[in-house]
């Protein structure tokens, strides 16, 4: 399946080499080699378990342009729609609970959001403002309880205890992850090692090729770069090399940065090698790695040391899928997001090719029976799985 990435252009942004040595990265990343691509991920051949969840449509109020984030508190989902400048919130069982919708540019208002994430310690909703700078707490009711201005742009952050780390933007081949303790006090700002950089030529415009979360957060904060091979953790005493990964053919050739070429050139070689230039959803948990690429998503197995890549997850009950899908902050679970054109889209070849309705999933055929083409999204999640059934605390 050839999934094309959104060209997200910033004024300045970068790209590097793992191997440089101005860098205050600590350690050497383990060893990861490709050992094969497969076409598809069977769900059930991997996954401990999977629920679909078709989010309840009120009104118009109600209705979601497209999710950016999604966190969870308990049974409840905080799912952030930069576009329309609002954070949703649902039970875990798809019932609309209400949304952050604060807009406006007085106190306790925003005008735009960059992301969200959880403080668990707190069972509070976070928002990183970007107009203007500060930082939103919420209740996990979504009332306000109190905000704190900060002086610089960070397109994402997370929450872990009394820690906050925010990823900045530098100056095209330097960019900064700067650590805070709750709520907002200033502890460091690290400059991380140069990057390579895709320079599209235009004005000093620099271009990454990214869909999805940089920083995330499961079993360790882990933090990615653009057009890097590598995965990065953070903690309070600075940020690690967890992993370097050698894609072999499907490496980024350095040459290939290097030539002078349109963004949508250099897009179009990757996708016709299936060079990987973008890794973001990084998951992990003790037994397993998971994250997504340009190119489609990759597992690896801590204990066998082996990476395997897959184009796309096959959604049994659909018999199709996709190779997008947005982490969560927990080491449990991801979540993909399915329009609802597209889920029929998928039940009527279904129905066609069985001409029958006996090998239907009855919940999946309840849901097609009740949808309409301008509903909210359907969530189908994945559990990830443990070996001998083992849950970590």
């Known amino acids: 399946m050839n999934v094309r990435l959104i060209i997200i252009q910033f004024v300045l942004i970068a790209c590097t080499s793992c191997s440089s040595d101005k860098t205050l990265i600590k350690g050497c990343g383990i060893p990861i080699v ?46 952030l729609d930069r576009s329309l400048g609002k954070v949703f919130m649902y039970s875990t069982s798809g019932k609309y609970l209400g949304q952050i919708n604060d807009i406006g ?3 306790g208002e ?19 403002c970007d107009r203007p700078y500060k930082v939103m707490y919420y209740t996990n009711a979504g009332k306000l309880m109190k905000e704190v201005s900060y002086s610089d742009y ?23 992850i700067l650590t805070y303790t709750y709520p907002m006090d200033f502890l460091r700002k690290e400059a991380l090692h140069e990057r390579p950089y895709f320079d599209s030529g235009s004005s000093g415009n620099f271009t990454s090729f990214d869909v999805g979360n940089r920083l995330t957060i499961s079993d360790a904060v882990y933090f990615t770069r653009p057009l890097e091979s590598c995965i990065y953790s953070i903690d309070r005493n600075g940020i690690y090399e967890k992993y370097a990964i ?15 070429m349109s963004a949508e050139d250099f897009l179009n070689i990757c996708d016709e090698n299936k060079y990987v230039c973008s890794i973001t959803n990084v998951v992990g ?7 997504k690429t340009n190119i489609g998503l990759f597992i690896y197995d801590k204990q066998l040391k082996r990476l395997e890549g897959y184009y796309f997850i096959l959604n049994s009950p659909l018999r ?12 449990s679970q991801i979540i993909q997001i399915m329009q609802p054109m597209q889920f029929k889209q998928y039940m009527d070849i279904k129905k066609e090719r069985n001409k029958t309705d006996d090998k239907l999933n009855p919940v999946y055929e309840n849901i097609y029976q009740n949808l309409h083409d301008e509903d909210n999204p359907i969530l189908i999640i994945y559990e990830l799985p443990y070996k001998n059934n083992i849950i970590e605390e």
């Not at 948990?285 to 994250?291: A, E, G, K, M, V």
């Not at 199709?320 to 080491?331: E, F, I, K």
């Open 34 to 79: 490709l050992n094969e691509i497969k076409t598809s991920l069977v769900d059930t051949a991997f996954f401990q378990a999977s629920s679909i969840i078709p989010l309840e449509s009120n009104d118009n109020f109600s209705l979601i342009r497209s999710i950016d984030r999604i966190c969870v508190i308990d049974d409840t989902f905080y799912m």
């Open 105 to 107: 540019s007085g106190p």
């Open 110 to 128: 925003y005008i735009q959001i960059s992301d969200i994430t959880v403080d668990q310690k707190r069972k509070n909703i976070v928002l990183l």
């Open 154 to 176: 960070y397109s994402e952050f997370i929450v872990n205890g009394d820690s906050i780390y925010c990823y900045k933007v530098g100056l095209k081949d330097v960019d900064y």
């Open 246 to 260: 050698d894609f072999k053919e499907h490496h980024l050739p350095k040459s290939l940065l290097e030539k002078n």
């Open 285 to 291: 948990n003790r037994d397993y790695l998971l994250f």
């Open 320 to 331: 199709g899928g996709s190779p997008n899908y947005l982490p969560v902050n927990n080491a």
